[in-house]
């Protein structure tokens, strides 16, 4: 099983993930039958064109300025806002400037974690 079992503090996760010219870049930091959590960088300009997930999502800008779209609503995004979108639902986004930003996806159908008392 790839359930996480153990805690973990993660640091320099920004620095070690640097902006890089006309690039997307990701790291998937957490991963497990629930939850996925991943940091991106976006060079200015860089484009996620429209799609959808079937988890449920919570996006926030850590750093930068985005355009971000779901749907028919469009924002402009700057650091620690945050999105949130309901499983299916289609957005897209546009880096205005370089940016960070986290993304954690948690699967709605997941089997709850039984406590271990």
């Not at 010219?21 to 957490?30: L, N, P």
């Not at 949130?84 to 709850?112: F, G, I, K």
């Given at each position: 099983s790839s359930r996480f079992t153990e805690s973990k503090i993660f640091t320099d996760l920004i620095e070690?993930?640097?902006?890089?010219?006309?690039?997307?870049?990701?790291?998937?930091?957490?991963?497990?039958?629930?939850?996925?959590?991943?940091?991106?960088s976006f060079d200015a300009g860089q484009v996620l064109t429209e799609h959808s997930s079937t988890r449920a999502v919570i996006v926030q800008l850590l750093s930068g300025k985005m355009e971000f779209t779901v749907g028919d609503t469009t924002a402009i995004l700057s650091a620690g806002d945050v999105v949130y979108l309901a499983p299916d639902d289609r957005h897209a986004l546009t880096a205005l400037e370089p940016c960070h930003m986290a993304l954690t996806m948690v699967d709605m159908n997941s089997e709850p974690i039984k406590n271990r008392d």
């Amino acid at each position: 099983s790839s359930r996480f079992t153990e805690s973990k503090i993660f640091t320099d996760l920004i620095e070690e993930l640097p902006i890089t010219r006309e690039a997307t870049t990701s790291r998937v930091v957490v991963n497990n039958e629930v939850l996925r959590f991943l940091l991106f960088s976006f060079d200015a300009g860089q484009v996620l064109t429209e799609h959808s997930s079937t988890r449920a999502v919570i996006v926030q800008l850590l750093s930068g300025k985005m355009e971000f779209t779901v749907g028919d609503t469009t924002a402009i995004l700057s650091a620690g806002d945050v999105v949130y979108l309901a499983p299916d639902d289609r957005h897209a986004l546009t880096a205005l400037e370089p940016c960070h930003m986290a993304l954690t996806m948690v699967d709605m159908n997941s089997e709850p974690i039984k406590n271990r008392d």
